[in-house]
C-alpha cells in the first residue's frame, strides 16, 4: 500500500540554547513541499544559505553531527532530524539563527511537540523508501562497534551499548515501527559520564549543559567538595552529595534510557541517507561517527542503484566533450596505456567516455591466442583514467597533477570485452572530493550490458 510524502501545516518556532555553544537561538520549522527532503537555513548570515540534511556534508562527528555547506555550518542536529524521521515528516525547512541547533530537553520531546502543534499534511507524491536488498555494514573493530543493516519490509532499529560501566551495564533498545517513537523514544534524554564534565567544558563543549537535558552518571562515589566544584563550573551550585548513580537525582524515563537516545540519535543521523528507508538496522556501540558513516554507505548504494537505472547511451554522431588529442592535454598517458579514446559527457559529479577495442591492440597477442579477451586489470585502468579526467577537469592546471589509486573495492566483472566492442565508462562521484581524496563508483557496458562495475579511492597529488 503506498504513502503520501508529508510536511508540517504551518511555521512554528522555539527557542533554547545550544548544548556545546551555550547560545541561545531560534529554530523555526516550516512547509516544504514534495520531493524538498530536510534543509537547514542559516537567516543569520549573509545570503541565507542552505544546508541539504544529507550525509555528504558531515564535516563533525565526535560529540554530536555537524553539517557544512555553501560557507555555512549547522551543528547539534541529530535530536531536530530524530523528531522530523520518528514522526515521518519527509520535507521540512529548518530555519536558525544561530550556529547550533537548542538542545530544549536533551531529546526530541519539545520538537515533536512543535510538530504536533503545527499540524501534519499528506502531499499528493508518495514516499520514495529505499528498500535494503543485501546488507550494508559499518564496523570498526578497535572499538567494537558494529552497524549493520537487514534487508526488511519495514523500517525497524535493535541498539546495543557497553561502556564498560558498572552503573550502566549493557543496555538494549528496540524500535520496531516507528509508530511508538514519540511514547517510547522522542524523550529519552542525552547522558555524560561525570569523570567527563571538566575535560569537556576546558574543551569549550557543553556550555548549554544542564541538569535538565542531560543525565550525568557517577562511576563511583565523589566527595561533596568535588561536586561542587564541578557545579560552580557549570553555575549550578547546591547540588547535594551523591552516591555512585544519577547524579541529577531524577528518576530516569526508563531502565534504558541511555540506550534509547543512543537509538534515537541514530535515527537523526541516518535522516541524513535523504530518504527513508526499509530495512532492520542492527548496531553495537552506535554514535555519531559510526552512524553517519553508515548512512554515507547507504547513499552510495542507492546512487549505485539509480545509476544502474541509467545506462548512457553513445552517439558516434555528436562530437566528444573530449576528442583524442584533448584527452592528452589533460591525462599524462600514452600509447600504448592511454586507454580513453573520447568523453562525451562530464559535469562536477560525472563523466562518460569511450574507448573502442580494436583487434590489433597490443595485450590481445598473448590474452589470449585465439580467444582474445581485454584483460580485466586493463578495464579497471580504463575507468581509472575516464574518473582521472572528472577530477583533473576541475583543476586549474591538469599537467602539474596526478591521480593514484588507494583503493579498490567491490570489483565486479559481468561479461568478458572481445575485440570490436565500445566500452562506455561511467564514472560518479559518491562523496565531494576533501583533501585530494576521491571516492568514485564506476559502471563500464558494451551496449546495454554492464561489463564492470566497482568503487575506487584514488588521491590527487600535484606532480614534483
Do not use: W
Amino acid at each position: 500500500m503506498s504513502e503520501k510524502q508529508r510536511t508540517i501545516a504551518k511555521d512554528i518556532t522555539l527557542t533554547g540554547k545550544g548544548l556545546h555553544t551555550g547560545i541561545n537561538v531560534n529554530i523555526t520549522f516550516k512547509p516544504a513541499p514534495a520531493n524538498h527532503g530536510y534543509k537547514f537555513c542559516r537567516v543569520d548570515l549573509p545570503g541565507k544559505p542552505v544546508i541539504d540534511a544529507i550525509a555528504d556534508y558531515v564535516t563533525e562527528a565526535s560529540r554530536g553531527t555537524t553539517l557544512s555547506h555553501n560557507g555555512a555550518t549547522v551543528s547539534t542536529i541529530e535530536h531536530v532530524l530524530a523528531a522530523l524521521s520518528g514522526m515521518q515528516v519527509d520535507n521540512v525547512l529548518i530555519e536558525l539563527d544561530g550556529p547550533e541547533a537548542p538542545i530544549m530537553g536533551g531529546g526530541s520531546e519539545h520538537f515533536v511537540k512543535a510538530i504536533k502543534e503545527a499540524g501534519i499534511v499528506e502531499l499528493n507524491e508518495e514516499r520514495n523508501y529505499f528498500t535494503v536488498k543485501q546488507k550494508i555494514t559499518y564496523s570498526d573493530e578497535e572499538h567494537g562497534i558494529d552497524l549493520i543493516i537487514y534487508p526488511d519490509d519495514h523500517f525497524s532499529i535493535h541498539v546495543l551499548i557497553d561502556y564498560n560501566s558498572k552503573i550502566l551495564g549493557n543496555q538494549y533498545a528496540i524500535l520496531d515501527s516507528l509508530k511508538h517513537f514519540e511514547k517510547e523514544i522522542s524523550g529519552c534524554r542525552t547522558f555524560v559520564f561525570f569523570h567527563e564534565l571538566e575535560p569537556l567544558y576546558k574543551a569549550g563543549l557543553i556550555k548549554g549543559g544542564d541538569l535538565d537535558n542531560a543525565i550525568v552518571i557517577l562511576e563511583k562515589d565523589v566527595p561533596q567538595e568535588e561536586i561542587d566544584r564541578i557545579a560552580k563550573l557549570f553555575n549550578r551550585p547546591g547540588i547535594n552529595s551523591h552516591t555512585a548513580g544519577i547524579l541529577n537525582n531524577t528518576a530516569l524515563k526508563f531502565p534504558n534510557e541511555p540506550a534509547r537516545h543512543k537509538l534515537l540519535d541514530l535515527i537523526g543521523d541516518l535522516a541524513l541517507i535523504g530518504q527513508p528507508i526499509k530495512g532492520k538496522v542492527v548496531a553495537t556501540k552506535p554514535g555519531h561517527y559510526a552512524n553517519t558513516r553508515l548512512a554515507k554507505l547507504v547513499r552510495q548504494e542507492i546512487k549505485k542503484t539509480q545509476s544502474k537505472k541509467d545506462i548512457p547511451v553513445y552517439d558516434p554522431n555528436v562530437p566528444p566533450v573530449y576528442d583524442h588529442e584533448q584527452i592528452k592535454k589533460i591525462l599524462p598517458h600514452r600509447y600504448p596505456f592511454l586507454l580513453v579514446d573520447k568523453i562525451i559527457y562530464v559535469d562536477e559529479s560525472k563523466v562518460i567516455g569511450i574507448k573502442n577495442v580494436t583487434g590489433d591492440e597490443y595485450f590481445f597477442q598473448g590474452h589470449f591466442p585465439g580467444e582474445p579477451l581485454m584483460p580485466g586489470v586493463l578495464m579497471v585502468e580504463a575507468m581509472a583514467q575516464t574518473g582521472g579526467i572528472l577530477v583533473l577537469n576541475e583543476v586549474d592546471d591538469p599537467t602539474k597533477y596526478s591521480t593514484y589509486f588507494l583503493k579498490i573495492d567491490k570489483l565486479k566483472f559481468k561479461h568478458k570485452v572481445v575485440p570490436g566492442d565500445t566500452l562506455i565508462i561511467k564514472m560518479e562521484l559518491t562523496e565531494p572530493i576533501r583533501r585530494g581524496i576521491v571516492s568514485m563508483y564506476g559502471q563500464a557496458f558494451v551496449g546495454n550490458n554492464l561489463v564492470i562495475e566497482g568503487e575506487m579511492i584514488a588521491q590527487i597529488i600535484r606532480n614534483k
